[in-house]
């Protein structure tokens, strides 16, 4: 995922501060940028966010070459034209382009009736493989959910099923909004790598992406369990040790 090691410019800081709400312990907050609410039904915009580009090339596998970045953007565009007409998609880039992690969080917040879903490929050790996906806010249990069981169910069973991870993240704590990010599959496994080099492959993945925010958006979260406890830490920092 590589969320922690990019470099922050202080001017992006001075702007991500000042573009967002407080919401630092003691402040007074709404609802909202806490994310303890039930999930969101009926919205009207999906932000798509292809992870990393330009500089920041992600994971890139050893066994394919393939980069994360261009794997991110395909299956964003794959996804956008699956929810076309459906619903109201916004891609947080459309090219191969470094955009910072707070402002991409920045962009995604003070909107209503929005959702993120953040798309990245994974890397860890070689034995490790299966889609896996990050949540933090109470609203964005169900849609993680939705999204989850649609990537299992087109990864083959031999991948495996990372499962969700309930992790404060910069795209999945600091936007106001529901957010998720899914790790389609892990570049650092040979044969996880050699699948998502396939667009067909992508393809399935995209149109299980589309299926879960459309299931999300008529639904709500009905059926996909009960509510987590609400978590009250703050805003996930570039300076945050990684996993914290
Ligand atoms: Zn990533």
Request: charged share 25%; aromatic share 4%; with cysteine.
């Amino acid at each position: 995922m590589k969320l922690f090691a990019l470099v922050v410019l202080p001017a992006v800081l001075f702007l991500a501060s000042c573009g967002s709400p407080a919401t630092g312990p003691g402040n007074s907050l709404r609802p909202d940028e806490w994310g303890h609410r039930p999930g969101p039904k009926g919205f009207s915009t999906v932000i798509i966010d292809a992870g990393h580009g330009g500089k920041d090339p992600g994971a890139v596998s050893r066994t394919t070459g393939m980069r994360e970045k261009d794997l991110a953007l395909d299956t964003a565009k794959r996804l956008q034209r699956h929810l076309s007409g459906k619903v109201r998609t916004v891609l947080m880039r459309s090219g191969d382009e470094f955009i910072d992690l707070d402002v991409r969080a920045s962009r995604a917040s003070g909107k209503s009736g929005t959702i993120l879903v953040s798309l990245h490929y994974n890397s860890s050790g070689a034995g490790i493989r299966g889609p896996e996906t990050y949540y933090w806010r109470v609203d964005s249990h169900g849609l993680a959910t939705r999204i989850q069981r649609g990537m299992v169910a087109v990864s083959p069973s031999e991948s495996g099923n990372r499962g969700m991870v309930r992790r404060r993240l910069r795209l999945t704590r600091n936007p106001d909004v529901p957010c998720v990010l899914a790790e389609i599959g892990y570049l650092s496994n040979a044969s996880e790598a050699k699948l998502c080099a396939d667009p067909a492959y992508r393809e399935k993945m995209a149109q299980a992406l589309a299926k879960a925010i459309l299931d999300q958006q008529a639904n709500g979260d009905a059926g996909t369990g009960s509510l987590p406890k609400p978590i009250y830490a703050p805003p996930s920092r570039p300076t945050d040790p990684a996993g914290s």
